[in-house]
């Protein structure tokens, strides 16, 4: 089913989600927007008609996202099946963050390293 995106209650019915998730999802606007930008997205790949499942990971990638510079490429690879369950999502959006911690714990033990061998 596809919806006008000038209705938002409608929009997120179509794509899947319950009328109440949806009314839900309107009380925040910060979540509204960004679900509106990646169903907007995924449309101009897959055209209007976004099914339940495609919808369930781009509901959860707008709840779920820290950095929306990287709603692009997200909306992308569900929109193109490259993603296509929780999980996948779910790994993906820890990558910048395990990412971070290890550069974190090198630098750490790289200092230590240092600090050891000056005072040797």
Do not use: C
């Not at 999980?87 to 790289?110: D, F, H, K, S, Y």
Request: aromatic fraction near 4%; proline fraction near 2%.
């Amino acid at each position: 089913m596809a919806a006008d995106g000038s209705d938002p209650l409608r929009l997120f019915v179509s794509i899947g989600l319950s009328e109440s998730k949806a009314r839900e999802t309107l009380r925040n606007e910060a979540l509204t927007a960004l679900l509106r930008e990646a169903v907007g997205q995924a449309q101009g790949i897959l055209g209007p008609v976004i099914d339940k499942t495609v919808g369930t990971l781009l509901y959860n990638v707008a709840s779920r996202l820290k950095d929306s510079k990287r709603l692009g490429h997200l909306v992308e690879y569900i929109a193109t099946k490259k993603i296509i369950t929780d999980l996948q999502l779910n790994v993906i959006l820890w990558i910048p963050l395990i990412q971070q911690t290890l550069i974190e714990n090198v630098a750490l033990a790289w200092s230590s390293h240092r600090n050891r061998l000056k005072r040797q």
